[in-house]
Structure formats: structure tokens, C-alpha cells
């Protein structure tokens, strides 16, 4: 079946430092691919998505680019600020398993002053 | 909008007691997810509606577990007997496909479940 995975955390970083996320994927067709991201106490937010081999998402500094050929989707910041702090999660949507979106386990990220 | 509303947004309960968590999706929305976060799961399918029916339950972890959905504004998820184990923090989200460069999920803010 589909399946997301990525880095395990926490990952601690200081303010102004790069941030990657690594994350690869399986699955059947192809699949949509987005981050998502949940600041303490509240739901997941989308923070960007591709849908197709190549794309580049990006907002508020954080970039990702789908890559068929490695099937991943690594997620990037060149200078994370403090309000970056928060669990990031990897997630795919392949149609052709009925609309599900399939969630990574989640990566925490902690960014100091 | 009001997005996504959850309730209650803390349960706290005893051991063997039934507890419902409620769910109001987006208006227009055709579809609903019920997800559970665990620090040791992470984020897990539970079920998702489209149009009110259910479609992939296969995330419900046993029959303790069941949702509804009567209406496109409303659903429930309810543990009967509730256990420790059951005790996360349950998310619903909701959806519509209809536009094809949609493809995002608007998130509650959650129900914090403890089970003592």
C-alpha cells in the first residue's frame, strides 16, 4: 500500500540555521505530495504541495521539490526562525486509492534562539 | 468560516465509560477523515465519509470504535468501552475533491482524549 516516511526527530536547530526534512514515498500511480505543519495546540495546517514529477511547492520560505526518480519530497528552509517551532508531517494523495491522504510519522523541529 | 469545529475539545473519563467526539465539517465539504495522534503512532486513519457514506474504516482499530455520519454537517466518533490506550488526541478533517487543484485537508483543532 502507500506509504510515507521521514526523518525522525526531534530535530533541534538555532535561529538562522538551514532545516531539511528528509521524506520518501510508495506508491501506486502518481501521487499528489504536501507538507503539512501543526504549531502547538492546534490542527494541521497545508503548508505546500507538488502534484506532479519536477513541481516546486513553496511558502513562507520553505521550499520542496517532487522527484520521481528518488520518489521523495525533502522539505527545505535556508533560515528557520523561532515561530518555525513545530511538527511538520510529509503526506501523499494517490486518487487511485480513493482520495486517502497517507501522513508521515511526523517530525519534530525545535528552533532555539 | 468557521472551518472545521470539534468538540469537546477535552474529554477526560474513567476507564470502561462511552465517549462521543463530535465533528462539524466545512460547509460544502463532501468529505470527512476521522485521524488519531499518538506519540507513538503518529497520525493515523481512522475512517473517512464521502457524501456521508462511509468508505475506509479499515484505520478503526477494533469494534469499540465506531462514526457516523447522518448529515453532511455532522459526525460522530464514538468508543464504547473506552481504555487507556485509547487516550490521544483525535482530529477531523474535511474536504472536497470536486475541484480538481484542491487536494487540501482543513484540520479541527482536536479532541485531547484522556482515559483514566
Known amino acids: 500500500g502507500d506509504s510515507v516516511t521521514q526523518m525522525e526527530g526531534p530535530v533541534t536547530l538555532s535561529e538562522e540555521a538551514f532545516l531539511t526534512i528528509n521524506c520518501t514515498y510508495t506508491a501506486t500511480g502518481y501521487p499528489s505530495l504536501f507538507w503539512y505543519v501543526q504549531y502547538p495546540g492546534e490542527g494541521l495546517q497545508l503548508l505546500l504541495k507538488a502534484t506532479k514529477a519536477d513541481d516546486k511547492g513553496s511558502n513562507k520560505g520553505f521550499e520542496a521539490t517532487y522527484r520521481k526518480e528518488t520518489t521523495s519530497f525533502h522539505l527545505e528552509k535556508g533560515s528557520v526562525q523561532v515561530s518555525d517551532s513545530a511538527v511538520y508531517f510529509c503526506a501523499l494523495l494517490a486518487r487511485a486509492a480513493g482520495n486517502k491522504l497517507t501522513f508521515g510519522g511526523g517530525t519534530r523541529v525545535l528552533v532555539k534562539p | 468560516d468557521a472551518g472545521v469545529i470539534q468538540s469537546p475539545r477535552h474529554e477526560v473519563t474513567e476507564m470502561g465509560q462511552e465517549v462521543t467526539l463530535r465533528c462539524k465539517p466545512i460547509?460544502?465539504?463532501?468529505?470527512l477523515f476521522w485521524y488519531r495522534q499518538t506519540m507513538m503512532r503518529g497520525l493515523e486513519l481512522l475512517i473517512y465519509f464521502n457524501n456521508n457514506v462511509p468508505i475506509d474504516d479499515s484505520g478503526m482499530p477494533e469494534d469499540r470504535f465506531s462514526a457516523k455520519m447522518p448529515n453532511a454537517s455532522f459526525s460522530t466518533l464514538k468508543i464504547q468501552p473506552s481504555e487507556p490506550r485509547d487516550s490521544a488526541v483525535y482530529f477531523c478533517?474535511?474536504?472536497?475533491?470536486?475541484?480538481?487543484?484542491?487536494?487540501?485537508?482543513?484540520f479541527g483543532s482536536g479532541t485531547q482524549l484522556s482515559v483514566l
Open positions: 460547509s460544502g465539504h463532501d468529505y
Open positions: 478533517a474535511s474536504t472536497t475533491f470536486k475541484i480538481t487543484t484542491n487536494e487540501k485537508l482543513f
